[in-house]
């Protein structure tokens, strides 16, 4: 079993910076891809950014130039720097991981429970 915990989420203001964390933590696994969804109130989860194992990164057009995305491979742990933050930025942000574990070290997928982010003045 592996968990994925979420930290550094909070209240900003427009234009403000956050970055948030994903910690991995279990017995006998290995990261092939993590990511970063987000959900707003009303809407749909979405993705936001994903990176490899081999630092290979993708974004969602909304968040490209301003989010960055980045993984300690050595620490099991990813972070997401968020800059020039606005309102429409404000959801509840999930990280996800494809790891493989556990029996025969199958891939298996983990989400944590996720960190609230809100951008208001």
């Known amino acids: 079993q592996v968990q994925l915990v979420e930290s550094g989420g909070g209240l900003v203001q427009p234009g403000g910076s956050l970055r948030l964390s994903c910690a991995a933590s279990g017995s006998a696994f290995i990261i092939n891809v993590m990511d970063w969804y987000r959900q707003a109130p009303g809407e749909q989860r979405e993705l936001v950014a994903g990176?490899?194992?081999?630092?290979?990164?993708n974004y969602a057009d909304s968040v490209k130039g301003r989010f960055t995305i980045s993984i300690d491979n050595a620490k099991n742990t990813m972070y997401l720097q968020m800059n020039s933050l606005n309102t429409e930025d404000t959801a509840v942000y999930y990280c996800?991981?494809?790891?493989?574990?556990?029996?025969?070290?199958?891939?298996?997928?983990?989400w944590g429970q996720g960190t609230q982010v809100t951008v208001s003045s």
């Open positions: 996800h991981g494809q790891i493989r574990t556990g029996w025969g070290m199958r891939e298996y997928s983990y």
């Open positions: 990176i490899t194992n081999a630092g290979r990164t």
